[in-house]
């Protein structure tokens, strides 16, 4: 039995290199366009325009309950979570921001920005205040510092907790609104809907895998989670979507009784396989296992949903029309599918939704806004690796 191979190297670059460039140009208020609306369809999440006009000044409320006033269009925002990074970085406004945290320095430029982490645990508020924003944006995970953020005389939008690609296309046409730029916003849910239904449609009549995501120390993805969604749209069972909701702790037993056909990684060595109880599942004894770019699938954002929809769906057609076997075994098509990243672990101030959005430290290059080519190409062949090991 062959050792590995990389898959749809090719379709999975040209979704990258695609994929990365940007929406209209940072600055850009369309005042008529109207504000954007979400709704569920057979091929996933939809966009439409409703009558409210995408300009300013605007009021909207958030997930706090609180009437959020923009006089005007922000022109300094910081984010206190990647997956809102990501957001702007895809609408093309990443000229804007003017502070991240640590996790979202794999974007392009990012490291261009002040970093407002804080030494430990979420942001500092300190530092949030230094950059002088506009508008901050503050993702489900940072909940606790939206009131010391407010009591500082801040402008914060908190969005709601992501369990669903419906909700993150939600977010994104919020996004869009906040920052005047509906159009872009539609245009990235538009791409992000196309990817699911390619996605589903590249598995509609393939066997669905049962699978696992493991984020480390028993800790999974499990129901009512964006990567749940996002695993379902991939073509394959979650078997812990079962066992409960968000990101529980399952015994070893749970693990064992689930037995998961496929492992999702984050680490070309899927070292997780050989450590128990995951070496004793089906996925185990099998070496059968997909590398996923970790800062998609642990964060969610747009360009998440179509880079980890596109790799999942493909490695299971891979397994199945094919049986993991391709002229490309063992990445002697010249790449050996590395990546950097780690296999997750409990929430931290990384996170959006309580998964693991650690992000990594990758850097990317300048060729295309928000993700370079050079990284572009290196990260589709790394997240194509699918391995059978002896």
């Not at 037993?253 to 680490?267: G, H, K, M, N, S």
């Amino acid at each position: 039995m062959r050792t590995g191979h990389v898959i749809a190297a090719a379709l999975l670059v040209t979704t990258a290199l695609v994929g990365g460039v940007a929406g209209p140009a940072a600055g850009a208020q369309p005042a008529t366009a109207p504000s954007p609306t979400t709704e569920t369809t057979t091929d996933g999440p939809v966009v439409h325009q409703a009558g409210e006009t995408c300009g300013f000044p605007l009021e909207v409320t958030d997930a706090t309950g609180t009437t959020v006033t923009l006089d005007a269009a922000p022109e300094r925002i910081t984010t206190t979570n990647p997956s809102a990074a990501q957001t702007l970085w895809e609408l093309g406004e990443r000229d804007r921001v003017v502070g991240v945290t640590q996790y979202a320095a794999y974007l392009d430029g990012a490291s261009e920005r002040e970093n407002v982490s804080a030494e430990g645990l979420g942001v500092s508020v300190e530092r949030v205040v230094a950059t002088e924003p506009d508008l901050v944006l503050a993702p489900n995970a940072s909940a606790g510092q939206v009131e010391a953020l407010r009591d500082q005389g801040l402008t914060v939008y908190h969005f709601p907790e992501a369990t669903s690609i419906e909700a993150i296309a939600e977010k994104t046409g919020t996004v869009g609104r906040l920052v005047g730029n509906c159009e872009a916003a539609a245009d990235v849910n538009a791409e992000m809907n196309a990817a699911v239904a390619a996605a589903e449609n590249r598995t509609a009549g393939l066997d669905r895998p049962d699978a696992l995501y493991p984020l480390g120390g028993g800790f999974v993805a499990a129901n009512n989670t964006f990567i749940n969604s996002i695993m379902e749209a991939g073509g394959v069972d979650n078997v812990a979507a079962a066992e409960g909701d968000g990101y529980p702790q399952l015994s070893d037993e749970v693990i064992l009784r689930t037995d998961p056909e496929l492992i999702l990684v984050t680490t070309p060595d899927a070292a997780i396989l050989e450590e128990e109880p995951y070496a004793s599942t089906t996925a185990g004894a099998e070496g059968n296992y997909v590398v996923m770019e970790v800062n998609y699938l642990n964060q969610p954002a747009p360009r998440s949903v179509i880079e980890s929809t596109t790799t999942l769906s493909t490695a299971v057609e891979e397994l199945q029309t094919e049986d993991g076997a391709t002229d490309g075994s063992d990445g002697e098509d010249g790449s050996d599918g590395e990546t950097d990243g780690s296999d997750g672990g409990t929430a931290d101030d990384g996170t959006d939704d309580g998964a693991t959005e650690d992000g990594g430290d990758a850097t990317t290059g300048d060729e295309a806004p928000g993700f370079g080519v050079v990284a572009a190409l290196v990260a589709a062949v790394a997240a194509a690796l699918i391995a059978r090991r002896p």
